[in-house]
């Protein structure tokens, strides 16, 4: 069964902070995607990444940076945080099929 | 452009009766549709994708190209059945990129 792990499930930062949301995957997934979850609003898709330090934007980039040095492992960066950031963010991975999702971090900025 | 669209917030039935949760999409190549299901404080999970053509506890969806649609259904909802659906998109064959819809909350009454 596939693993995705965020490191979180909770965190509150504070505003102009630098945040790191870490997910890890245990199946060697190419993909890995990060996600905002918010009520009325679905998923929007941040960053996606396809191979090791390979990434490209999603649909609401501005803000986020992302880090991938290793297969297994896929970063969001807030690079200055801000309460309109607040909200769950959730990690996904896949290779050839549905993507499988991690548990979520429910990100508070303050 | 790709899109999907699931038209109800919020659906309220009761045990025993039928369900019917909407999905319909835009897209411009061929298609693979799935619905995820999310439960209280638990992770987004795929319930079915049209390719395989199952039945997921007792859901079932069928795509349907003429209409652009994908609806969820169930004959006899359960309340255990209360939780939080997605109708996804990605391109047949190509999984990099996966649209979801604003999802839908499905509530079962006793």
């Known amino acids: 069964d596939v693993k995705v792990t965020q490191s979180s499930r909770y965190l509150v930062k504070r505003t102009g902070e630098k945040v790191f949301l870490e997910c890890v995957q245990d199946?060697?997934?190419?993909?890995m995607f990060w996600y905002r979850q918010d009520p009325g609003l679905g998923l929007r898709l941040i960053y996606f990444?396809?191979?090791?330090?390979?990434?490209e934007k999603g649909d609401i980039p501005e803000g986020y940076s992302v880090s991938r040095e290793k297969k297994e492992r896929f970063s969001l960066i807030l690079e200055s945080a801000s309460t309109n950031q607040t909200s769950m963010y959730l990690c996904?991975?896949?290779?050839?099929?549905?993507?499988?999702f991690g548990d979520g971090t429910r990100l508070s900025i303050l | 452009a790709q899109r999907v669209t699931q038209p109800e917030k919020l659906l309220s039935v009761f045990k025993g009766a039928p369900v019917e949760l909407k999905c319909n999409y835009s897209?411009?190549?061929?298609?693979?549709l799935f619905w995820y299901v999310q439960y209280s404080r638990q992770r987004l999970q795929l319930l079915l994708r049209?390719?395989s053509r199952e039945s997921i506890k007792g859901f079932t969806a069928d795509l349907n190209k003429g209409e652009t649609s994908f609806h969820l259904k169930k004959p006899f909802a359960q309340e255990e059945d209360s939780a939080m659906y997605y109708c996804?998109?990605?391109?047949?064959?190509?999984?990099?990129?996966?649209?979801f819809g604003s999802g839908t909350k499905l509530n079962v009454k006793p």
């Open positions: 996904a991975s896949n290779v050839n099929g549905p993507q499988h």
């Open positions: 199946m060697d997934h190419e993909n």
């Open positions: 990444s396809y191979d090791v330090k390979m990434k």
């Open positions: 897209y411009s190549g061929s298609p693979e």
């Open positions: 049209h390719i």
């Open positions: 996804a998109l990605s391109g047949l064959g190509n999984f990099n990129k996966f649209y």
